[in-house]
């Protein structure tokens, strides 16, 4: 592909849009240790209602179907929440939303959770004392909260939302892997997201990665994990987890069997200064087989507008949305151009460098890829 064609494959084009988050705040009733809001510098920020509009009408005219309504705090934290999701669904767009459900919902909030496509459960473990010191949550609200919306499907003869439970794998919690899967099983939930810890340095008390466990204690997690993994496949539950996760689980437990001390260990964790993952790096030649900056937007309480949710990252966005200027704009601007340039071409700044959801591949293997995808949504609007 030559500079012509990768110049082609930067434009953006909004009807290619096919996941779009927003959060209409990033304010929470809870502080993760783990949770960027620890960092010094974190500012709470929401949504105006002018932005809001600016947001809906974008998603009305160029028919998106779905909306996510998640974020980095907690959305129903947000005044009035319920009614701008119940216009949404009035209107036949289809709602998704995250929630860590840990106040107990009132009755409204219930009925409007109950129309929900799908809800993700922020849930690490279902161990009381560990969820308590590790997220500051109740999990009795949480097992309350989803029996109310079960019992709501039920009563009135409705579809709930597909369950999903989203959790954190941390060192902390990998001792009740197996209860939360089962846990996840037997009350209606069809999907555990585990995402691996991103380990944000300037946070003092911040939970454990998993794998910087030594000897008897990483054999543990191990066949924890492999036996939660057994529980899911047997009860029809599927495990999400990031690219490689099976891999770098089994490359651990190599390294625990060989009693390699933490400092002498091939899975060694990445870092951009900021954030330290154990996710590998793209060498020469290579890239990150990602398509989000095409087909991805997320919108943020204070008007970024990011390309991914790798959302700790204030330099990675497209742009800041604000009275003077539209998401259409952003999508088209010569930063988001950038940003799907260095994708094309392996050229990627120090965020795609380190990121531990999306895979390494060629970069003519992507290029080949994208080629194909847009020919193929040509007619897709501009
Ligand atoms: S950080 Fe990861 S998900 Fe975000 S654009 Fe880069 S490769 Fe894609």
């Not at 954030?275 to 087909?295: N, Q, S, V």
């Not at 003077?324 to 151009?337: P, V």
């Amino acid at each position: 592909m030559g500079n012509f064609a990768v110049n082609e494959c930067t434009e953006g084009r909004p009807g290619l849009i096919n996941r779009f988050i927003v959060e209409l705040s990033n304010e929470c009733n809870l502080r993760c240790r783990y949770c960027h809001q620890n960092l010094p510098d974190f500012k709470e920020h929401r949504m105006s209602a002018s932005m809001l509009e600016k947001v809906i009408d974008f998603g009305l005219r160029h028919s998106i179907k779905q909306i996510d309504f998640t974020g980095a705090g907690e959305t129903t934290f947000f005044a009035g929440w319920t009614s701008i999701f119940n216009r949404l669904l009035d209107q036949g767009i289809s709602l998704i939303m995250t929630s860590n459900l840990a106040r107990l919902f009132a009755d409204d909030e219930i009925e409007t959770v109950a129309r929900l496509a799908e809800l993700s459960v922020s849930l690490d473990t279902i161990d009381r004392k560990i969820a308590k010191d590790l997220r500051g949550v109740d999990i009795r609200n949480i097992i309350y909260n989803v029996m109310k919306i079960r019992s709501f499907g039920i009563a009135h003869n409705v579809c709930i939302p597909n369950l999903i439970v989203s959790a954190v794998f941390t060192a902390e919690a990998v001792e009740g892997i197996e209860d939360l899967v089962a846990f996840a099983a037997a009350n209606g939930f069809r999907v555990v997201n585990l995402q691996d810890l991103v380990v944000f340095k300037e946070i003092d008390n911040n939970a454990q990665s998993v794998w910087s466990l030594e000897g008897e204690k990483g054999l543990r997690a191990v066949r924890r994990t492999r036996k939660a993994f057994e529980i899911a496949e047997r009860e029809g539950l599927m495990i999400r987890c990031q690219e490689g996760f099976l891999d770098r689980l089994s490359q651990f437990e190599t390294q625990c069997l060989s009693g390699a001390s933490t400092r002498n260990r091939r899975l060694k964790p990445v870092t951009n200064g900021h954030l330290e993952t154990y996710a590998k790096t793209p060498g020469p030649g290579e890239t990150r087989a990602c398509k989000d900056p095409w087909e991805f937007l997320q919108i943020i309480g204070n008007g970024f507008v990011r390309p991914c949710c790798f959302r700790s990252v204030e330099n990675i966005i497209f742009g800041q949305l604000d009275e003077n200027n539209s998401l259409d704009e952003i999508i088209a601007s010569d930063t988001a151009r950038e940003m799907r340039r260095s994708l094309l071409t392996g050229d990627l700044d120090a965020n795609c460098r380190i990121c531990h959801w999306r895979k390494i591949i060629p970069v003519e293997e992507f290029q080949l890829e994208m080629r194909e995808y847009l020919a193929q949504h040509q007619n897709v609007n501009r």
